[in-house]
């Protein structure tokens, strides 16, 4: 097909020198990355390694301080989303650049400049028939599952013919079984010469898939390496910088009593394409960590809302914590009752962004704790409570009056899980503990769920990261399409059975 | 061309505070520049919009008198605004307090009633503001109704239903057919300060609302709740503060406020029910409590400055023949610079040449 | 002409500045930015058509006027919330208070003038038709331009390339910077595109309903299009039949009026004000969470470059 010989070994895409300095801080510190055509190519780094914005000023979203890309041997400045486009890179985005309320063809016409209506719908069919991504053009985004959105990304992509696919953390949304299609797809695409810069921090897949990767750490590329020659535990301990501990398990069977009994659970969607809860049943005993694994938007946050009384259920008997039925009480009074929550989104539903730590300690703690009397509210004993998370918990910060979104999200989590942890409750429900967290942050957090069950509450994870829920849950269930699966177990679940279910897709074995 | 805007590291609290100021003289600037386009002198207009008022006891009390209406309804909607809900109908609020206060007063006209009437026609101007208000909140938290549009559609019924007990049932019928109510008995009007004639104890009133709020927002759980509703929805939920109430209690406060300056205006002011009570204090007010940065003694601070500038209206109309509506207008670019000056505070501008990089 | 002819003619005309601004306020909206400021380009557009019809003695110098002022008002707001990514709502407002100032300001000289009515158009045969004939097909220019602006916008959303960049900003803006379409540049001609609309809708009221200019002529009729726009859930046909729902309603109660029912005048003439306020509420109550506004309506956005 190509012209030039010697183009597998030469570059196609070089990136030198690149620098992104936002205030005092340099996301991207002089990085370097060439990748030849036909490579599937590894960025590999923490949470804030300065991944993202990498791939930002690749495809042209954000300009760079300093340095320069080169396309095949010639610099050029990718000014624009467009003119990456227009030279042949294209970009899966881990949050999906999608647009819920418009049609997949719609989806896919915006991002492709200057073609015809009729002209996008023949192609996006060519497309999907011939890499097997089906689609159907007239359906509307917000009815499409996660695998189902990337695959829009990913036609979208390939529609402007690419020689360079940027994949953003795209298992992140995954079952194990989607993961599997998603790589063979990959691997036709750079037999086809096509080059793929792969994001990931997910090791095992990394080692699987590439040949080459590139390392990122605070900025800088601390290594290039062939991802098949060194062990997950090396390649981790290059990112992180520093051996990062497993967490210690607890055992399992001193579980106690049941103090959190949801009993037939169905709650209506609330919001606009919300998912509806569908005959939830789930128990958490006293001292265990129960895991409730499943794809994002399955019901996960309708779940936590009906838990936490952010959402009030039907009949108050639906959910039953110790000995009270409070489906009808709201968030404080199930907090006077011993229970502890930790929502998905640190930011806006965790904590208020532009209060400091101490003003946000008030916000989970004033129907129970010391900060409020009288209807008056003592913002210096909320400060010295925050100025208590933050020695115990390790967060890094200046102090109890930064504002919370001026945190790191791996700080902020851990002062969100440490301030509902400090108050010792009975019951912790969290969702999503460790998302987009750094690993260090994520070990601390796991460790503290793990010695609050072993101190005798009763915790439940929501997550979709399998192996963090392996790490930790005594035992485990899937939600899909607001079902909840039996719970088991952990160690009698397989990755396998668990990625069955997280599809839908019954056991063969349950019939 | 275009504007870039770069997140400052770390607004400071100083330019924070200086912001409305420095809104106010760009509107200055802007004003003089269109008082001169009209073939006006814009040192005279200076002298008569903001010197000469604080130079005459007249209009130094005269400022009270206005600045007490906008301080009573900016006091409130600083506690819809704080909580990201839009009330912008206090004008009908105003209206309806000052309806049902007076009802009262005509009720008891030539009664001999005695001196619990003032009182009670207080309370229930309150009620009538807050009730009023209440419907836009009702709207909202039952069906999903925008309360911005509801509040303001309110406002132009407050007027047409004050417009007709004026002209209708409410009007003397010995007034030679005037479209004004009797005058209140004195039993029925709200007494002056410092000897004055004009100063009533509405002033006092805003005082204490001002007063009272500086505690309410910095000091209990209500004023927190009312931070965290209109910074985070979602952490209002997760706290537990129900956004239901919180706007109907925002709107019944509002609306409560406003109702108290409307019929302290009319008790203290008017003493008899007009077609129109307001010079449109209820749209000002909105200024007057974004240009205090919605905290209570900044909107002390802006109410006077807002009421020393009707006045120079008054006086510009008469001695510069400059319409009143300039006033209008300036209100309006007022708040115009005061929202943008809050943006420069967090940004920095940056000016993009085309295709220039930088 | 019949009374009920004449009745049907008032109603069109009645409609057609409600139509044209809240079309404007529709493109606007469905680019995500919510401009509260309508009664004020009105109120702009409304006395610089008027004045410009006076002073230059030529009605299309004046609605070129008219509509040039609803633009730069909507300018201003653009550089405010777009510029400096203020608060919509608040700026809104503000456009509204200095639009009104300033139309008082501008017109002040012009109180009393009139102007001549503008000509009809008739449309061959279907002028002729029995009651519509005289009332919908003989009537000026700008009505039968305001339906095209309902149908052309409507194409130009659903049809065209720049319309699906139009709709894509207005969704999410987020997601349309990360594929690299310019949401601010779209943003503000969107805006400005309302503006247009706006001071046309003015231009009509000053020049051809009430043929003078009056202060606060525009007597809430900006909120009324804005409202319109919920109450068509940001589609451009729904807004035409609510332009001509409400554009009824506020004839019907002048003729109820002229007709003494005995009920006061102030009571027919919150009419249309009330009407606005129940259409909402019956509109909110039924359509529960299936048609929603714009993804990002509303929202200030700073592109992070």
Redesign the interface.
Known sequence: MRDDPQANDAPLVELLGISKRY??LLANDGIDLRIAPGEIHALLGENGAGKSTLVKILYGVI?PSAGEVRWRGTPV?I?SPKVARSLGIGMVFQHFSLFEEMTVAENVAVALDGAGFGEVRERLAEVSNGYGLALEPDRHVWTLSAGERQRIEIVRCLLQDPQLIVLDEPTSVLSPQESEKLFDTLGRLAGEGRAILYISHKLEEVRRLCRSATVLRGGKVVATIDPKAKSAREIAALMVGAEVGDVRPHATDDAGEIFLQIQNLSLPSEVVHGRALHDIDLAVRAGEVVGIAGIAGNGQGELFAAI???RLSADAGQIVMGDRAVGRL???AR?KLGAA?V?E?RL????????GLG?NV???H??VGET?RA???SFDRARRVAADIIRDFDVRTPGTNAQARKLSGGNLQKFVVGREILRSPKLLVVDQPTWGVDAGAARLIRQALIDLASSGAAVLVISQDLDELFAIADRLAVIHEGRISVTRPAREWTREAVGLEMMGVEPSDAH | M????V?R?APKAWARALAPVAALLVSFAIAGL?IWL?GRSPVAAFNVYLRDPLTDAWSLREMIVKATPLILIAIGLSYCFRANI?N?GAEGQFVMGAVLGSWLALAIHETGAGAWVIWAMMLLGILGGALYGLIPAM?KVR????E???S???V??AQ??L??LA??PWRDPRGFNFPQSVTFDAAATLPTLFGTGRVHLGAVFALIAVLVTVVVLG??????RL??SG??P??A????F?QGRTTLLVFAISGGLAGLAGIAEVSGQIRQIIPTISPGYG?TA??VA?LGRLNPLGILAAGLVMALILIGGENAQIMLRL???????????V??CV??A???VT?R?RIVTA?A?? | MTTFEAILFTIVTASTPLLIAAIGELVAERAGVLN?GVE?MMAMGAVSAFAGAIVFDSTLIGIALGMIAGALMAA?FG??VL?????Q???G?????????????IG?PFVGARRDPIARFEIPYLSDLPIIGRAVFSQDLFVYFSILLVVAVAFFLMRTRPGLTLRSVGENHASAHSLGLPV??VRFLAVVFGGVCAGLAGAYLSLVYTRFWA?NMTA?RG?IA??LV?FAAWRPGWALVGAYIFGAATVLQLHAQAAQFGL?S??L??VP??A??IA??IL??RRGTVIGAPGSLGLPF??E?
């Not at chain 2, 275009?2 to 805007?5: D, G």
């Not at chain 3, 510029?83 to 608060?87: I, P, R, V």
């Not at chain 3, 407002?93 to 300001?105: D, H, P, Q, R």
């Open positions: 205030g005092n300009e400045e000014s936490s009384g952010e709201g968030i404080d907090r929550f929502p989104e806006g539903h965790a904590a208020v962004p532009g209060h003003d008030v916000l989970s004033h129907a409020v209807g008056f509210v | 275009r504007i870039e805007l997140p590291p269109v009209l839009w912008i709207l069906f999903g109704v925008s911005i549009l509801t303001l559609f309110l132009y019924v047409l239903f417009d007709y002209r209708g000091k209990t759980l209500f004023g927190y931070r965290v910074e985070a979602r952490a939920r997760f706290a537990g129900s749209f909105i200024t974004f319409p009143l509506d300039l006033t209008v207008a300036f209100q309006g670019l708040l115009l929202l943008s809050d943006a420069l940004y501008i295709g990089h930088a | 509260l004020g201003l550089l405010v510029g400096f990514a203020a608060n709502v608040g700026a407002l503000a456009l509204t208070i200095l639009g009104l100032g300033l139309s008082g300001l002040a601010l540049k202060p809430g909120w804005v409202a919920v006061p102030q009571f003439s919150a004000y009330l606005t306020i909402l509420v909110s109550a700073v592109p470059r």
